[in-house]
């Protein structure tokens, strides 16, 4: 049984470091200051509504979350924030529909109150139509509060949804009526064009904010903060270590912050070490997202002693990328000989590149340009680092080296 001390420090851990799920606590959100003054300064100009993108995991949700949490206004007239998530059976109508449900919640939590009155507004009829672009703004513009809406997971809608450009015909509407009503849109995409149909046609009425991996700053900062919250030390250069090992995404550095930190409280003492890092890579690659083990397991499966599958897919996540995340056949070549110790050629593993493409071994990889020059990167980013800590995991790469 841990100490009371040791039991203070754990919860304090797991408070800071939240692996599977948004942050919502405003202190634990690090490295992603600007985006959010950009959204608030967009929030709080007249006409104008905010698209959230980017590659999945880079902490979108986190940051919409802990935005909702700096705009909501306590006071009785001021504003209120309403968060929805969309899913693959969502149209425009029921996403709308979610929304004024929230606002049930929030009446019963903080009221919608009648500025003549003060009094709460009355029942919202969830049998409204709000279908259309035009029943969506008059039943927002008459609701008595500024009010912010975060709709996030956008990108979940159907592909042959009107959702899309139903929504931006919402935008341009609320706009154009100079509405109290602020949309945050959410979603995956590698551009806006991804989430939003019709979008040349709102180009001046929306802050587009790419939400990017993090950098290595950016990501050792939530080791800074996370390990300070639960007043444990750590061996100098371990936010770093962690921050890289993480390769952009949060994910990891939550799982590797936690885990780290958990071994070094089991011996007692109060700072985290390398050593602990290394005892704690398995514990995070057991604990990562399910789909990324799945993805891997499938990318390398071979009957083969010799086939080199897994040692390949570690090269080539090892490669030095381009600003897109893409690599070329000859980049593969270095990290293959120090992953293996021996030199190939080219045409020995050209092929591998080929079939991690093929819908046999997950598609893990994306191939481009032309035949001579062809360019690969991987399907999602985030399998990345999983493929990197899986490979010190089972010592075909030392940690320390990276």
Not at 63 to 72: E, N
Not at 100 to 113: D, G, H, K, V, Y
Request: proline letters at 4%; glycine letters at 6%; a neutral charge.
């Amino acid at each position: 049984m841990p100490t009371k001390s040791q039991g203070e420090t754990i919860r304090k851990l797991s408070e800071a470091f939240t692996p599977h799920q948004p942050i919502v606590v405003p202190d634990f959100l690090a490295g992603r200051l600007k985006l959010l003054y950009r959204a608030i300064d967009a929030v709080n100009t007249e006409g104008l509504h905010v698209i959230l993108y980017g590659d999945r995991g880079t902490g979108k949700t986190s940051l919409a979350r802990v935005l909702a949490q700096l705009l909501q206004e306590p006071s009785k007239e001021g504003r209120r924030v309403i968060l929805v998530s969309c899913s693959t059976n969502d149209t425009f109508g029921s996403i709308w529909k979610k929304a004024t449900q929230e606002i049930l919640f929030s009446q019963r939590q903080m009221s919608f109150i009648q500025q003549e009155t003060k009094q709460i507004v009355g029942r919202v009829d969830l049998d409204e139509s709000l279908n259309n672009p035009n029943d969506v703004r008059l039943f927002w513009q008459s609701l008595p509060n500024p009010t912010v809406v975060v709709i996030d997971e956008f990108d979940r809608i159907a592909p042959d949804s009107d959702a899309k450009t139903l929504m931006a015909d919402t935008i341009k509407l609320f706009s154009d009526y100079n509405m109290k009503c602020t949309l945050i849109i959410v979603g995956v995409g590698e551009s806006i064009e991804e989430l939003i149909k019709e979008h040349e046609s709102i180009s001046r009425n929306i802050a587009q904010i790419h939400v990017e991996p993090m950098t290595v700053n950016e990501l050792a900062e939530i080791i800074q903060k996370g390990y300070k919250y639960a007043e444990l030390g750590y061996e100098v250069g371990l936010d770093t270590k962690i921050a890289t090992l993480s390769q952009g995404y949060p994910h990891y550095t939550h799982l590797l912050g936690l885990w780290s930190g958990r071994h070094a409280i089991e011996q007692e003492p109060t700072k985290v070490t390398m050593r602990d890092l290394e005892l704690a890579i398995p514990n995070a690659l057991q604990n990562a997202e399910g789909g990324l083990q799945h993805q891997y397991e499938k990318a390398i499966i071979s009957y083969k002693k010799r086939a080199l599958f897994i040692e390949i897919l570690l090269a080539c996540a090892l490669t030095n990328k381009d600003p897109l995340g893409r690599f070329s056949v000859n980049d593969v070549q270095e990290p293959l000989k120090k992953i293996t110790g021996k030199v190939y050629r080219t045409g020995a593993y050209q092929g591998h590149l080929a079939k991690f493409c093929d819908e046999a071994r997950g598609r893990v990889l994306i191939r481009s340009g032309l035949k001579k020059s062809y360019r690969w990167r991987f399907a999602n980013p985030q399998l990345i680092p999983y493929i990197i800590l899986k490979g010190i995991s089972d010592g075909r790469i030392q940690s320390m080296g990276i």
